[in-house]
């Protein structure tokens, strides 16, 4: 099994940046992918980017541009940079491994 701590959310006026991180303990050398995800107050949660071990990387159409997901998933690292917010960003944010194991989630709100 694989534990996740995420980092990083808070209150950023739109337009503003956060970084998530996200740090995995345990059996990381099963850890093939890293992704956040984010859920809304309406609890609808979506995919908002993903790296795969060969590289690959894949983000909701919402956040191209504005957000970056880097990270090293051999060491059970991600983080998620987040530039240019705008209120429809916010959301409590997962980080997840391998489509299963969750953390905790952080809450990032972009308000005036």
């Known amino acids: 099994q694989v534990q996740l701590v995420e980092s990083g959310g808070g209150f950023v006026q739109p337009g503003g940046s956060l970084r998530l991180s996200c740090v995995a303990s345990?059996?990381?050398?099963?850890?093939?992918?890293m992704a956040w995800y984010r859920q809304d107050s309406g609890n609808h949660r979506e995919l908002v980017a993903s790296?795969?071990?060969?590289?690959?990387?894949d983000y909701a159409e919402s956040v191209k541009g504005r957000f970056t997901i880097s990270g090293d998933n051999s060491r059970g690292i991600s983080n998620l940079q987040m530039n240019n917010l705008k209120p429809e960003d916010s959301a409590v944010y997962y980080c997840?491994?391998?489509?299963?194991?969750w953390g905790q989630g952080t809450q990032v709100t972009v308000s005036s």
């Open positions: 790296f795969s071990n060969s590289g690959f990387k």
């Open positions: 345990g059996r990381i050398s099963m850890i093939y992918s």
């Open positions: 997840c491994v391998n489509g299963g194991n």
